[in-house]
T-cell receptor, first 110, second 117 residues
Framework: TQLLEQSPQFLSIQEGENLTVYCNSS?????LQWYRQEPGEGPVLLVT?????EVKKLKRLTFQFGDARKDSSLHITAAQPGDTGLYLC??????????FGTGTRLQVFP | SAVISQKPSRDICQRGTSLTIQCQVD?????MFWYRQQPGQSLTLIAT?????????ESGFVIDKFPISRPNLTFSTLTVSNMSPEDSSIYLC??????????????FGPGTRLTVL
């Protein structure tokens, strides 16, 4: 069974701080996606990474796919209250299905 | 990306009844999926909705409890049958194969929040 473990599970920080969320597995994925979900909404796609070692930047968010395509990280610089939400990583398996991570709930206080 | 709508957005139902959730996409897509999400938790795949054939269910989910239809490439329904309080959850549809998107990228609807009393 493919599993994606995210850490930390919960994170409460002050506005302006930096943070990193990790997404780890023992399985190899063909691609990995990061989503952010706010209360009452569906997950919103942030990025898809495909190549081992790939780094993508989206304003203050930096995403990295591990060289072996088993893990990924999301780094947020100078967090803002608008970054608050549930962050989910999801790996694409060889069965056309996404395997979702356990989730990281981020709270950024003004 | 794609614009995905779900109806209803929320409902409160009595145990023993059934609820059908609709998912509509603004463009033709290859794949449609149904997920369940407990409040504050991650997503669990219920089934893949196949156009013109029976849905493919994940372990722990059966057709009698969660019948699914997909009559065309832009629409699907999920029915939660004979509901119990344990079915209280958020139900999400997603789509894959949106034109211009990377392979395996899924886009989600806003979800249906179901409460069973």
């Amino acid at each position: 069974t493919q599993l994606l473990e995210q850490s930390p599970q919960f994170l409460s920080i002050q506005e302006g701080e930096n943070l990193t969320v990790y997404c780890n597995s023992s399985s190899v994925f063909s691609s990995l996606q990061w989503y952010r979900q706010e209360p009452g909404e569906g997950p919103v796609l942030l990025v898809t990474v495909v190549t081992g070692g790939e780094v993508k930047k989206l304003k203050r968010l930096t995403f990295q796919f591990g060289d072996a395509r088993k893990d990924s990280s999301l780094h947020i610089t100078a967090a803002q209250p608008g970054d608050t939400g549930l962050y989910l990583c999801a790996g694409a398996s060889n069965t056309d299905k996404l395997i979702f991570g356990t989730g990281t709930r981020l709270q950024v206080f003004p | 990306s794609a614009v995905i709508s779900q109806k209803p957005s929320r409902d409160i139902c009595q145990r023993g009844t059934s609820l059908t959730i609709q998912c509509q996409v603004d463009s033709q897509v290859t794949m449609m999926f149904w997920y369940r999400q407990q409040p504050g938790q991650s997503l669990t795949l219920i089934a893949t909705a196949n156009q013109g054939s029976e849905a493919t269910y994940e372990s722990g989910f059966v057709i009698d409890k969660f019948p699914i239809s997909r009559p065309n490439l832009t629409f699907s329904t999920l029915t939660v049958s004979n509901m119990s309080p344990e079915d209280s959850s958020i139900y999400l549809c997603s789509v894959e194969g949106v034109e211009g998107s990377l392979t395996d990228t899924q886009y989600f609807g806003p979800g249906t929040r179901l409460t069973v009393l």
